[in-house]
């Protein structure tokens, strides 16, 4: 009963975290802020890209 998360569940959860930033990116009016959130999306793709590549 850990905090531990099986491998694929940290691959869902970045992919919802992935699905929020592109939602709150497309609702975004403020060109700064979707900027920082077109970084924080890279970021997050890139963990999930390993993430995936670690399960395989």
């Known amino acids: 009963m850990g905090g531990m998360q099986p491998e694929g569940g940290m691959s869902e959860l970045l992919k ?14 403020d060109w700064l802020e979707i900027q920082y959130l077109m970084v ?5 793709k890139a963990l999930y890209e390993d993430a995936e590549s670690e399960a395989a």
């Open 16 to 29: 919802r975290q992935i699905d929020r930033l592109e939602t709150a990116i497309d609702l975004s009016t």
């Open 40 to 44: 924080e999306l890279d970021q997050l």
